[in-house]
């Protein structure tokens, strides 16, 4: 008895998040490499260094937000102590799908930082545009994840 109370409301909810907040930091981490390669060529043609790789690199990073939105929703539900397991396999895999969603975002941010070595100018808006369908993905696992989590 005292077990269940002391695990109350503990489901796994962190898996989500954890899962999120790894696929944030590899994105970030794929970015950032794009935009070094970025810096350095603007350096060794002693030209400006685009700040706009910098939104690159860090646009990866909102998906551990909605890894954390996520998870205090479940925890808010405060759901059964027999639904633990199936709580934590839903939480792996709106994980898994927010966190795919920061790794192509770091993919495609590195490949926009190597379209702008060739030309600074052209396609900065579209390459933010691309990144924001991307992001979208991650939004629609949140939401949808958080609409199946049932209510007591």
């Known amino acids: 008895m005292t077990l269940l109370t002391v695990v109350t409301g503990f489901g796994g909810h962190a898996i989500g998040l954890g ?4 696929g944030s930091a590899i994105g970030t981490g794929i970015a950032g490499l794009g935009a070094m390669g970025l810096w350095k060529q603007a350096i060794k043609e002693k030209k400006k260094l685009p700040s706009l790789a910098l939104a690159m690199v860090g646009m990866p990073l909102s998906q551990v937000i909605y ?7 479940m925890i808010g539900a405060n759901l059964n102590p027999d639904s633990y ?3 934590m396999i839903w939480a792996f895999f709106v994980g898994i799908a ?3 969603s ?4 770091g993919k495609l941010g590195a490949a926009a930082c190597a379209n702008l070595a060739v030309d600074d100018k052209q396609g900065a808006g579209m390459y933010i545009a691309a990144m924001g369908i991307i992001e979208t993905v ?3 696992a949140m939401v949808f994840g958080m609409g199946a ?4």
């Open 102 to 105: 920061a790794i192509m975002q």
């Open 85 to 87: 397991m199936n709580q």
């Open 149 to 152: 989590i049932p209510s007591v």
């Open 19 to 22: 899962i999120a907040g790894v």
């Open 67 to 73: 890894g954390m939105i996520f998870m205090n929703s």
């Open 98 to 100: 927010i966190a795919a």
């Open 138 to 140: 991650a939004l629609l």
